[in-house]
């Protein structure tokens, strides 16, 4: 089996991680002399209605009924609308985002029931955060609930949103990672730097 956790100190992706949709080559930039993975804020679609829509996910199959998964990043918007964070995607999702507001950035959860289907999102635990570095963690249960938290230090973790219970894609399983996007056109766009991407039991 190809591994889970990803330092991102490789110049190409591991065989671990899949495109929600077919890719395109400025999505995610390697840089194995930091170690960090770059991932542009890509434009979302058009008329979107929810993030079942969105190609540029990078996700990973569960790795086991019961884990942790947790990512270390850096964000550098540009501009108001651009977000980043971490997603577990299947028919209904849930993502854990850092946003750029014109107040400043904004953490919450967002979770869409029946995505495939044209279910919108729900925003929940909206909260204001100062700052650059973050910590995003999702825990998986072996009854497929989860829960979401966000650190800023690296060592205090502080739970947001509402339970949420994974659920399969159509020909996929459920799957959890990362993504980067911007609402708003523009020739130059902004940036997450991931260090790292672990799973632990």
Same mark, same amino acid.
């Given at each position: 089996?190809?591994?889970?956790?990803?330092?991102?100190?490789?110049?190409?992706?591991?065989?671990?991680?899949?495109?929600?949709?077919?890719?395109?080559?400025?999505?995610?930039?390697?840089?194995?002399?930091?170690?960090?993975?770059?991932?542009?804020?890509?434009?979302?679609?058009?008329?979107?209605?929810?993030?079942?829509?969105?190609?540029?996910?990078?996700?990973?199959?569960?790795?086991?009924?019961?884990?942790?998964?947790?990512?270390?990043?850096?964000?550098?918007?540009?501009?108001?609308?651009?977000?980043?964070?971490?997603?577990?995607?299947?028919?209904?999702?849930?993502?854990?985002?850092?946003?750029?507001?014109?107040?400043?950035?904004?953490?919450?959860?967002?979770?869409?029931?029946?995505?495939?289907?044209?279910?919108?999102?729900?925003?929940?635990?909206?909260? /204001?955060? &100062? =700052?650059?570095?973050?910590?995003?963690? *999702?825990?998986?249960?072996?009854?497929? +609930? %989860?829960?979401?938290?966000? !650190?800023?230090?690296?060592?205090?973790?502080?739970?947001?949103?509402?339970?949420?219970? /994974?659920? &399969? =894609?159509?020909?996929?399983?459920?799957? *959890?990672?990362?993504?980067?996007?911007? +609402? %708003?056109?523009?020739?130059? !766009?902004?940036?997450?730097?991931?260090?790292?991407?672990?799973?632990?039991?």
């Amino acid at each position: 089996a190809p591994p889970e956790s990803d330092e991102f100190d490789g110049a190409r992706l591991g065989l671990q991680w899949q495109w929600h949709a077919n890719p395109l080559p400025f999505w995610a930039v390697p840089n194995p002399a930091r170690g960090k993975l770059r991932l542009y804020a890509a434009q979302l679609p058009e008329k979107l209605v929810s993030f079942w829509d969105v190609p540029h996910l990078l996700l990973q199959k569960f790795p086991a009924p019961a884990f942790t998964a947790t990512t270390r990043f850096s964000f550098a918007p540009r501009q108001d609308g651009e977000s980043t964070g971490l997603i577990v995607m299947g028919r209904d999702y849930a993502r854990l985002t850092v946003t750029r507001t014109p107040a400043g950035l904004e953490i919450a959860q967002a979770i869409a029931r029946n995505a495939d289907r044209g279910g919108v999102e729900e925003v929940h635990g909206r909260r /204001a955060v &100062q =700052g650059s570095e973050f910590w995003f963690r *999702v825990r998986g249960e072996a009854d497929a +609930s %989860t829960r979401f938290s966000y !650190s800023t230090d690296g060592e205090n973790y502080t739970p947001i949103g509402e339970p949420f219970t /994974a659920r &399969q =894609g159509g020909w996929i399983g459920a799957k *959890v990672g990362l993504f980067c996007s911007r +609402s %708003t056109w523009s020739n130059d !766009s902004g940036w997450a730097d991931f260090d790292w991407f672990r799973i632990t039991p």
